[in-house]
């Protein structure tokens, strides 16, 4: 743990020190299908919780770190939970929890030439 913080300054100035390619950004966006686990020491409570549909978005940028590789990376606002429905003496109800998340993933891409074509 105590080597992390020198492998992150080294990488960060390796970056600040590359020459400058072109960056690629993008737009990414899709549908989330999640849902949640609740549990105590031995009993599961979520049993009940159905999937909840959301959607994820963001904006993504690559950066070419050499011909090979390149490092990708975004900000990405991802909605997820669950909904429950609960019927308790001849009434019911639909709940649904919302969640936002802010991600940012960080993705290491490598590539290679074939037949004079990237991919």
């Known amino acids: 743990m105590k080597k992390l913080p020198k492998i ?7 970056l600040f020190c590359l020459k400058s390619n072109a960056q690629t950004f ?10 949640m ?13 159905k999937m909840k549909p959301g959607i994820h978005f963001g904006i993504t940028a690559n950066i ?33 929890i919302s969640l936002y998340y802010i991600e940012v993933p960080i993705t290491l891409r490598a590539s290679h030439k074939l037949n004079d074509e990237k991919i």
């Open 8 to 14: 992150l300054v080294f990488v960060l100035i390796s």
């Open 26 to 35: 993008g737009i990414k966006g899709g549908l989330s299908l999640a849902t």
């Open 37 to 49: 686990l609740e549990k105590d020491n031995d009993t599961t409570v979520s049993n009940d919780y």
């Open 64 to 96: 070419p770190l050499n011909s090979y590789l390149s490092v990708e990376s975004g900000l990405i606002v991802t909605n997820k939970g669950f909904q429950i429905e609960v019927v308790s003496n001849g009434n019911g109800y639909l709940g649904r």
